[in-house]
């Protein structure tokens, strides 16, 4: 018996060995095990961070100037429309680039026959594009609407006729209508034109004074129309320089969607203006 105790206690001591040499395995199984589901799961999960939202934007308005008020018409034009016109009366603006507007007027004088009077008036208002208040064009086609409203309820005016203007910008109207003032019977043109985000305003009136018979309102409305289609073509031609990104044309007609500085949205010369003498 006391031969065989220490054989038993080698073998004891060989089986705790043993053990102690498979721990060590298992525990470095099982790590290996865990890193890998680990990096699995980081690997299949969607990133926690949102991705940037995009600015807002706005459709940029098509012109960024206008022409000189006085000289949106050929020196012929003027002649023809205006007797002894002249160079023309620019009127007030705090900014050139937004908003402009020039007039001419002349009498014809004959004496003991009477004489005929012409008035002429341009106006030009630009519009930027604009964040909260939408597109240059849109901004502008709203203010074209007004325009032609305004012409078309003249205070003393009669007689009032509406017509489109064909090829002149992306939208145009003549109003025409007749007024009475003590100096005679007034006879006067509106056109309102809009090329993208410019809004064109032409006035034209013509009366014959001390005796002299009214002038041919259908001849007036002509000349109106003529001068309105040359003050459009300035408005491009005032954006066709090098590296103005603007359209070199008179533009096709263009609806507005639903709207770079802000160009105010206030009328040009009153529609008064447009009937003195």
Known sequence: MQRRAPR??????????????????????AGCSSDSGSKDSAAGKPSATPSASPSPTVREAAYAALPEPCKVLAKGTLKDMVPDAGSGKEGASGDAETRGSCSWDGLDDNGVKGSQFRWLSVSL???DSDLTRGPGDELAHEYYGKQVADAQAAQGAKGVKSEPVAETGDEATLVRYELAKKEGAFKQQTVVARVENVVV??????AGLAGDGAPDAGKLAAAARKAAKEAVAAVAKANAGPGTG?????GSPSAPASPSPSAPASPSPSRAAAVQG
Do not use: K
């Open 125 to 127: 208002l630009r519009f």
């Open 201 to 206: 305003t032409l006035d034209y009136n013509g």
């Open 246 to 250: 603007a359209p070199s044309g008179t």
């Open 8 to 29: 038993a206690r080698a073998e004891r001591l060989s089986r705790v060995l043993v053990g102690a040499v498979a721990v060590p395995v298992i525990l470095a199984a």
